[in-house]
């Protein structure tokens, strides 16, 4: 099946589905900055498991089209999905593909979306650790919000494998900034490093100038 016959019968099939009750709030909570068919998580996650079951999981450029196709529609529920395909393949595709997670990073960008692939960067990342530094040094410099957040982010989930000096290098990098979702993911950040080494983290937010919602965040539970 093609990537556009795939993506078509995914929409198809999520309208047929959705309530325009729960659309209404969807759009609502997240600003009226997308159109919703009106599909809670535990709604469209079974259908996403059913077309996966039925379509197939597709790999390599096949996957990056429907990612596309899928990003390029105003409903949210399709972004959804298109990262539900993406996680499922990820460990089957090529370095490369850290090009195809910057794209999504950039496209419809809010922060539903963007931590959700953040976690796939970090995912990518265990897979070709020779990316780490230079995407993350290129993503910081390039001075996008977004791409900011996930180096901030993407790695929540490696515990004792945490490259602390790059996490407190780019908390350093952002700490001047007013941006909300930059302040909330550098404490977030933290937060979830101080299970790990919190001595580390009582020091970093001792001896740094943090933002009080970043410093805030990065002691919750200390």
Known sequence: MSALSHFQT???????????????????????QYEFFGLKMPAWTALAKQLHKELG?????????????????????????????????LKNQSVDFINV?????????????????????GLHFKRF???????????????????????????LSYKEKTDQALLFGTIRRVAGSKEFFLQKGAGWALRQYARTDPDAVRNFVKGEKLAPLTRREALKHL
């Open 57 to 89: 999981i597709p790999t390599g450029e096949e996957l990056h089209e429907l990612a596309q196709l899928c990003f390029a529609d105003e409903h949210r529920e399709l972004h959804y999905y298109a990262l539900q395909t993406v996680e499922k393949a």
């Open 129 to 155: 650790p020779e990316l780490i530094a230079p995407v993350t040094q290129r993503w910081m410099d390039f001075g996008e919000l977004w791409l900011q957040r996930v180096c901030l982010i993407f790695q």
């Open 10 to 32: 995914v929409r198809e099939r999520f309208r047929e589905h959705g309530d325009p009750t729960v659309a209404q709030g969807q759009m609502a909570y997240m600003r009226n």
């Open 101 to 121: 997670l910057e794209e999504l990073i950039l496209t419809n960008s809010w922060w539903d979306t963007v931590d959700w692939i953040a976690k796939l960067v």
